[in-house]
């Protein structure tokens, strides 16, 4: 069983910045992939990033450039840090783990909101 913690939302005016936080409760070393999903009102979850045990990182599109998602191993915890934010960015933020297994594990969310 993995647990996940995140922290960081609130928020913001158009073009801040934000990071966000995620802490598991076992070394990310034996997770296959760390996400951050997103999830807007009367839209579906999206993938924004990941990362893998290997560091490899993917991004969607609209936020690449903006977005960057780190791991700090010793801390079991990965990052999400928010650039140039817009109010398109608006959403619950949700922390993922896959694991090497095949099993999904789900935080409980961040709300950040992007609004002057």
């Known amino acids: 069983q993995v647990q996940l913690v995140e922290s960081g939302g609130g928020l913001v005016q158009p073009g801040g910045s934000l990071r966000l936080s995620c802490a598991a409760s076992?070394?990310?070393?034996?997770?296959?992939?760390m996400n951050w999903y997103r999830q807007a009102p009367g839209k579906e979850r999206e993938l924004v990033a990941g990362?893998?045990?290997?560091?490899?990182?993917n991004y969607a599109d609209s936020v690449k450039g903006r977005f960057t998602i780190s791991r700090d191993n010793a801390k079991n915890t990965v990052y999400l840090q928010m650039n140039s934010l817009n109010p398109e960015d608006t959403a619950g933020y949700y922390c993922?783990?896959?694991?090497?297994?095949?099993?999904?594990?789900w935080g409980q969310g961040t709300q950040v909101t992007v609004s002057s």
């Open positions: 993922n783990a896959a694991t090497m297994r095949g099993n999904n594990y």
């Open positions: 990362i893998t045990s290997s560091a490899s990182t």
């Open positions: 076992v070394s990310i070393f034996s997770i296959n992939a």
